[in-house]
């Protein structure tokens, strides 16, 4: 069965330095999401992107996090200048349509950001 | 934010018994829900979902139900193996797949 991949699976940073997780997506997949688990604490929305563009993001999106398709097998979600509170396990997630109704959302494996 | 809530942190069945575990919504607006399993070191897996306009949905072992005036559903694996041990996650959307999700019930199936 298809998969997606996420590398690292495990990143280690100091605080203040710019980091990009990188994702391979299902190849017919037209939807792509970030979602990250703090230690603890639940899965959260980070990002959707589609047709090259941000669809909606959250609160937690902000101005120091960004989001590109740099070929046509790349995702990558990039961190400019990381914080302590950034550590977290990343999930790269795509779905074929952009509904959970017609298609849910398949995860990767994670990348365990660590910010030191 | 609580919008979703597994209230059960983990749960012990013997195998071969009936896994039942638990998700509360407030969000009235959720109009479809879903469970993912997850093992260590991997990503969360979709394991079945329920529209709101249903109130159960099955397959093979697992089956959801959906009460809509209590906002509440419940996944049932019957009979429950050794293999189905994991970490469960209710999660629930209102449109798109902007999922929200509960903190998990760790399930152990006792062999």
């Known amino acids: 069965e298809p998969e997606v991949t996420q590398t690292p699976s495990h990143q280690v940073t100091q605080m203040g330095q710019e980091v990009i997780l990188r994702c391979v997506p299902i190849?017919?997949?037209?939807?792509f999401y970030w979602y990250r688990q703090i230690l603890g604490q639940k899965v959260e929305f980070l990002v959707s992107?589609?047709?090259?563009?941000?669809?909606?993001k959250s609160e937690i999106f902000d101005d120091q996090f960004s989001v590109e398709r740099p070929d046509g097998s790349n995702f990558t979600l990039k961190i400019r200048s990381t914080k302590l509170e950034d550590s977290a396990m990343y999930f790269c997630?795509?779905?074929?349509?952009?509904?959970?109704?017609?298609?849910?959302?398949?995860f990767g494996n994670g990348t365990r950001l660590t910010v030191t | 934010d609580q919008q979703v809530k597994q209230n059960s942190p983990s749960l012990s069945v013997q195998e071969g018994r009936i896994s039942i575990l638990n998700c509360d919504y407030t969000?009235?607006?959720?109009?479809?829900f879903l469970w993912y399993k997850k093992y260590p070191a991997e990503g969360p897996t979709f394991l079945i979902s329920i529209s709101s306009i249903k109130d159960k949905n099955e397959d093979g072992r697992f089956t959801v139900f959906l009460n809509k005036s209590a906002k509440h559903l419940s996944l049932h694996i019957v009979p429950s193996q050794p293999g189905d041990s994991a970490v469960y996650f209710c999660a629930a959307t209102k449109y798109g797949n902007k999922l929200v999700f509960g903190a998990g019930t760790i399930l152990r199936v006792k062999s």
């Open positions: 190849s017919n997949h037209l939807y």
């Open positions: 992107f589609y047709n090259n563009e941000i669809s909606e």
């Open positions: 997630a795509s779905s074929l349509e952009g509904s959970a109704y017609r298609s849910p959302l398949h």
């Open positions: 969000n009235s607006m959720f109009d479809y």
